[in-house]
């Protein structure tokens, strides 16, 4: 069983930036980490993936040259590195795994999911 959980949420200004983290346990080195987001009254949607055994990433394309996926295997921890955030980016943002198989955008590919860590954007 996976274990998934996210920090580095908060406030912002129209703009700014924030990292989010997102720690895992139990998971294999052949899975693939997704961040996906959650706005209120809305479905989890897709924002970035990174494979932990070749660093293979995926991302939507309103975030492309925005955001950053990356990974430090020896801490079993998922970075989103969220620049020139916009009002559109609030929402929740978690982090789920996909046992096995590289990224992919489908939330019901992923299996385990974090408890979330909240994003606003102010205008």
């Known amino acids: 069983q996976a274990r998934l959980v996210e920090f580095g949420g908060g406030l912002v200004q129209a703009g700014g930036s924030l990292t989010l983290s997102c720690e895992a346990s139990?998971?294999?080195?052949?899975?693939?980490m997704g961040w996906f987001r959650q706005a209120p009254g809305k479905e989890r949607t897709f924002v970035a993936a990174?494979?932990?055994?070749?660093?293979?990433?995926l991302y939507e394309d309103s975030v492309k040259g925005r955001f950053t996926i990356s990974r430090v295997n020896a801490k079993n921890t998922v970075y989103l590195h969220l620049n020139n955030l916009q009002p559109e980016d609030t929402g929740v943002y978690y982090c789920?795994?996909?046992?096995?198989?590289?990224?992919?955008?489908?939330?019901?590919?992923?299996?385990?999911w974090g408890q979330g860590t909240q994003v606003t954007v102010s205008s």
């Open positions: 789920g795994v996909r046992k096995g198989g590289g990224p992919r955008m489908d939330a019901s590919d992923y299996t385990d």
């Open positions: 139990g998971v294999s080195f052949t899975s693939t």
């Open positions: 990174i494979r932990w055994m070749n660093g293979d990433t």
